[in-house]
């Protein structure tokens, strides 16, 4: 994760629907069959409508998982307050909410201060002009395909036009997609350019998912291979 640009593939289990009392193994588990990162939900009950861990949970896995990439995806109001926290915890990636924030580009910068690289994300109803200014200034844009707040939504195909629109203007930038992303859509996600892949339920449920990893990679590389 920490080296991707728009042309390589990352795939990273959104830990949400995981065994939470086995979180640890559970982790070591997905990273064993192929992901790249993993990704950590933090819900505050304010900016979304559920409760999930804090910082403190990942304080206790960050010695379990030396080495591996931790994106924070922070749904919480006023993401600036949790910063400190989390890099002090260990997360290696930021990523808030545009809609959660008054002040983008000072979340941004201290982000980066704490040593962190910074995602940015906007929610389905959000347009996605309203990232452009900030582009240049992050390492991911976060396009989210559900409405934040539960795992195990449905789809919103309705939001991959966000996606295209990015990767025709940039070319290198790392686009992630997350919410209802498994082997039923990710064709879609491969066709308009996404290359960070998040995926819950999917990969967390399924009985096999070294071999869910492996068929989303296969669709993503093929379809970055034909972009070039």
């Avoid at 559920?50 to 931790?70: A, D, Q, S, Y």
């Avoid at 930021?94 to 979340?107: G, Q, W």
């Avoid at 539960?150 to 295209?164: D, I, T, W, Y």
Wanted: contains cysteine; aromatic residues 8%; negative net charge.
């Amino acid at each position: 994760m920490a080296t991707s640009n728009g042309s390589t593939c990352k795939i990273g289990p959104s830990i949400l629907n995981a065994d939470l009392s086995s979180l640890a193994s559970e982790c070591q588990r997905f990273m064993e069959c192929g992901s790249d990162y993993l990704h950590l939900d933090v819900m505050d009950g304010q900016f979304v409508p559920n409760l999930t861990f804090g910082h403190p949970v990942v304080k206790c896995l960050r010695p379990k998982l030396p080495g591996v990439f931790f994106e924070m995806h922070m749904m919480v109001q006023d993401p600036e307050k949790w910063v400190e926290p989390v890099a002090d915890a260990g997360g290696d990636m930021y990523s808030f909410h545009f809609e959660a924030t008054k002040d983008p580009e000072l979340c941004i910068r201290k982000i980066k201060e704490a040593g962190m690289k910074v995602g940015l994300g906007i929610n389905p109803p959000t347009p996605v002009e309203v990232v452009l200014p900030y582009v240049d200034q992050v390492d991911l844009i976060l396009v989210m395909t559900v409405n934040p707040g539960f795992g195990g939504q449905s789809f919103m195909a309705e939001c991959l036009p966000k996606v295209q629109f990015l990767r025709e203007k940039y070319k290198n930038l790392d686009i992630e997609v997350d919410g209802g992303v498994g082997p039923s859509t990710i064709q879609q996600c491969a066709d308009v350019g996404a290359n960070v892949i998040v995926s819950g339920s999917a990969i967390v449920k399924n009985e096999n998912p070294r071999e869910v990893i492996k068929y989303m990679r296969k669709v993503i590389d093929d379809a970055l291979q034909k972009k070039r």
